[in-house]
């Protein structure tokens, strides 16, 4: 019999009640991996399909878009699409989509978890312990920073964003915010204060980032913005690596322009930095803000969604084009 299920190309291996769905579903062109196609796999695969689920290290440039002719839509399992030539799927007429919402809870609970590994020193107390060099209580080991009652400084209050500034309830923060839309966030409670990037650096213990990467995000924060934080003040990255430059960010913490800072992403994962790695003041995580089961099987749904709704012919939920 012949199979008319439409063709996907799937460019990683995804939770398995996503698999699922899409096995039954699909004729998966390539047998997805649990790592990054090279991109001549990538290209081919894309080539292959009538749809396709891409993930954030996959990066698609015009030529390839213009190369996948029979390809439909292109959902990045992801809500920041930079991966992704957009200018080039528009011109094509390729719909790409991503996958907002469903990560909001799980980005903004892990940049909690960054704020108070840093500030309380977390890991450098769990490799003491391990280390069994430990010799027992003591009223000067580790001390970190108390983050209750400071200020939380927030770039970028999107969804992610507010989700991060609802959370700092329970440590009664009060929260500045930078947005390069004032106008736009009327609807935000009104003791969420607005800041320019400059006062809100300059007043903010701890400073965290939830934009997305544009070419005009690119390096936002780089030695002269670093310089107008506190000593004393923390900065957290669970955006995009390239928000930051990571060189002048070492130089702010070897230099104790900053008192630490808490990574979720790299300008060039996955490589880092060499110097970061040496920093104890530092804690680094590997692009984990979304890695929940629940936030990846919701992640992979809204991208079938989006996918089932193109190959009807209808709308996508999440049209980014
Ligand atoms: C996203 O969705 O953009 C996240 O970085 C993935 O974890």
Redesign the pocket.
């Known amino acids: 019999m012949i199979d008319t299920r439409p063709t996907l190309y799937l460019s990683r291996l995804l939770p398995d009640p996503v698999m699922a769905i899409v096995r039954e579903r699909f004729q998966l062109v390539q047998e997805p991996l649990d790592v990054l196609p090279a991109p001549p796999a990538l290209r081919e695969g894309l080539c292959r399909a009538n749809a396709a689920i891409v993930t ?1 290290g996959d990066l698609i440039d015009a030529e390839t878009i213009h190369a996948a002719t029979r390809l439909k839509i292109l959902a990045n399992y ?3 699409y930079n991966n992704i030539d957009l200018a080039a799927a528009q011109v094509r007429g390729l719909i790409v989509t991503n ?1 907002p919402d469903v ?1 909001t809870d799980a ?1 903004a609970d892990l940049t909690w978890a960054l704020i108070l590994a840093t500030a309380r020193r977390v890991v450098e107390g769990d490799a003491l312990v391990r280390s069994g060099q430990w010799t027992g209580w003591s009223p000067t080991q580790l001390m970190g920073a108390e983050v209750s009652g400071k200020i939380l400084g927030i770039i970028g209050m999107g969804r992610i964003g507010q989700a991060v500034a609802q959370r700092a309830v329970g440590f009664r923060m009060p929260v500045r915010y930078h947005t390069r839309q004032p106008n736009a966030a009327t609807s935000l409670p009104r003791e969420w204060e607005h800041r320019s990037l400059h006062d809100l650096l300059g007043e903010a213990d701890v400073v965290t980032i939830h934009l997305p990467l544009t070419p005009a995000t690119h390096h936002l924060i780089g030695a002269c913005e670093l310089a107008w934080m506190k000593p004393t003040a923390f900065i957290i990255n669970t955006a ?1 690596g390239p928000i930051v430059d990571e060189g002048a960010l070492v130089n702010a913490l070897k230099t104790e322009i900053i008192a630490g800072a808490g990574l979720d ?1 790299y300008e060039q994962e996955p490589t880092i930095h060499s110097a970061l790695a040496e920093l104890k003041q530092v804690v680094l995580l590997p ?1 984990l ?3 929940t089961l629940h936030a990846r099987v919701q ?1 992979g749904l809204v991208c079938l969604k989006n996918i089932q709704a193109v190959l009807e012919g209808r709308l996508a939920p999440n049209q980014v084009t």
């Open positions: 954030l992801a809500v920041g996958t990560l980005t995009r992403v692009h803000g979304s890695a992640m």
